[in-house]
């Protein structure tokens, strides 16, 4: 039973850590978004931009 | 180069002349040496093991806290009234002053290290081996080596808010080679094994001393720039 | 790279490594045979190794840009450098408690000075000073050189960390996949480490280049922000 406990315990701190490193990145992306928007700045890097403004 | 090496020597000396004036450090790190030895005697039990027995890996730990001590105050001197920027502007290339401080620092730590062999030797009977010339080479490769990341690490610190709180973080990872074959050549030295016993761990020494000197002369540039 | 790249990039590898990682756990929990000696624990092995590959690749992504950014200076090396560094330290750590909790398991005892896992450990300091030093200077461009500074010399000195922990005596099991006599894995324990190892890989590329991405979009964000709080400059387009 013990064995089972550490396979599924080092399992679960992998994706814990691995999903936890997603979340902070699009945490981190969704406030770099409202802050472009904030200044009035396109955030999709594709698009040329309709207000003629894009990211330097 | 020859240029160089001149130019490394005029800032040793004026470190160590400064050093000798005031003898701030190397009196800072003496006092460390001997008190850090007399502990030992307290933190270890002396009926199960004799301090003696384990002097090359005390001696070695001893040796890196005292130096830690001493190298992260290399920049200190030059923090008042702007010297570092006097400093950066004379013409001076920037590998002489690493060099430099290279050099000073290896001395002060090498005149630390002899005390803390001598202090060793009278305190716990550690019985020094006949011809000295391998356990003196051993440590002044290992002094150089820790000098030369120590000066390098101590120039980032230097930089930070942190200060020198940082630099065993960065230091201690790196000195694993240096602490682990420093400690185990002298060891044998100690035990009165001949000095042909601890070649291959000289070589390795060796290595990681101009490793550490060349990554010195090559990075030291970026981050003293402004 | 350009962000659009990096997006779609981000996108096309995080599904392959997704789809390869529920293929890999198909194969861990109910494919693979269980190993004789060592019993279940040993299926922790399918993501120690490949965290283990990972995080030293990402190391000498953290190095080789590092030593660019210092030569050439150019500002998108260090964010590809913080990048690799933040996925890398995350993999170090995976490394550093699936290890423990294999080694109490598989020898009785939680932490062996095994070469391997010493090392990492190191290389988790080294990852750790890595941030330290990038985060404690009150001029941000003086702590990425400060850290580039740190990831090179970190990188120049773990062969020798390497060689200097060998010489302690290893509990580890030696090298089972890269041999030159041929891999001594059962074939489907060696078709189930591979796809684990394609898998975080993926997963750690895809990761990568969001990350490295929103860096780029941050630094940018900064920019432009200053460009429009200062009255002075004079875009195209907005001139007056």
Do not use: Y
């Given at each position: 039973m013990q064995q089972f406990w550490h396979v599924f315990i080092a399992y679960a701190v992998a994706w814990g850590l691995v999903f936890g490193w997603a979340v902070a990145i699009f945490r981190r992306m969704g406030r770099v978004e409202a802050r472009l928007r904030e200044a009035g700045?396109?955030?999709?890097?594709?698009?040329?931009?309709a207000a003629g403004r894009t990211l330097p | 180069m020859k240029g160089t090496l001149v130019l490394a020597w005029v800032v040793a000396r004026k470190d160590l002349q400064v050093e000798l004036r005031t003898r701030e450090r190397l009196a800072a790190m003496g006092a460390f040496v001997v008190l850090t030895a007399l502990l030992f005697n307290y933190a270890v039990d002396r009926t199960v093991v004799h301090p003696g027995s384990i002097a090359a890996g005390l001696i070695w730990m001893t040796l890196i806290l005292a130096g830690l001590l001493g190298l992260g105050r290399t920049f200190e001197l030059e923090k008042e009234d702007g010297a570092f920027q006097g400093l950066l502007a004379a013409p001076l290339p920037r590998e002489a002053l690493y060099l430099g401080k290279v050099l000073s620092n290896a001395v002060l730590l090498a005149i630390v290290t002899a005390l803390t062999v001598l202090v060793f030797a009278f305190f716990y009977q550690v019985v020094l081996p006949r011809n000295p010339l391998p356990l003196i080479g051993v440590l002044l490769l290992g002094v150089t080596g820790f000098s030369a990341l120590g000066t390098l690490f101590s120039g980032i610190t230097a930089g930070t808010?942190?200060?020198?709180?940082l630099l065993p973080v960065l230091l201690f990872p790196l000195l694993v080679p240096l602490v682990m074959f420093g400690a185990s050549a002298t060891a044998s030295l100690l035990g009165g094994?001949?000095?042909?016993?601890?070649f291959g761990t000289l070589r390795i020494l060796g290595a990681f001393t101009l490793i550490a000197l060349a990554a010195g002369v090559t990075l030291f540039r970026f981050i003293v720039e402004e | 790279m350009s962000l659009g790249f990096v997006k779609w990039g981000a996108l096309v590898l995080g599904l392959a490594g997704l789809a390869l990682t529920v293929l890999f756990h198909w194969q861990v929990f109910f494919w693979v045979p269980t190993e004789a000696s060592m019993g279940i624990v040993q299926r922790i092995f399918y993501i120690h190794l490949p965290a283990a590959w990972v995080a030293f690749f990402a190391f000498g992504i953290v190095a080789i840009c590092s030593a660019v950014y210092l030569w050439l200076g150019i500002e998108k090396l260090d964010h590809a450098a913080q990048a690799a560094a933040e996925g890398g330290m995350i993999f170090t750590t995976i490394v550093l408690t699936s290890g423990p909790l294999w080694a109490k398991l598989?020898?009785?005892?939680?932490?062996?000075?095994e070469p391997r896992l010493t090392l990492t450990l190191l290389l988790w300091f080294i990852y750790l000073g890595y941030f330290m030093v990038r985060n404690s200077t009150d001029v941000p461009e003086k702590g990425k050189k400060f850290a580039a500074v740190v990831g090179i010399v970190g990188a120049l000195n773990i062969p020798l960390i390497h060689l200097s922990v060998l010489?302690?005596?290893?509990?580890?099991?030696?090298?089972?996949?890269?041999r030159t006599d041929g891999p001594q894995l059962h074939p489907d324990m060696l078709t189930t480490v591979l796809t684990a190892l394609a898998a975080w890989t993926l997963v750690f590329l895809s990761l990568y280049l969001l990350r490295y991405g929103t860096a780029r979009l941050e630094a940018a964000a900064d920019r432009a922000v200053a460009a429009t709080r200062s009255p002075a400059p004079v875009r195209e387009g907005v001139a007056p």
């Open positions: 700045l396109d955030t999709d890097p594709d698009a040329k931009g | 808010r942190m200060g020198e709180t094994f001949p000095a042909s016993e601890i | 598989a020898w009785g005892t939680w932490w062996t000075w010489w302690f005596r290893s509990l580890h099991p030696q090298p089972v996949v890269a």
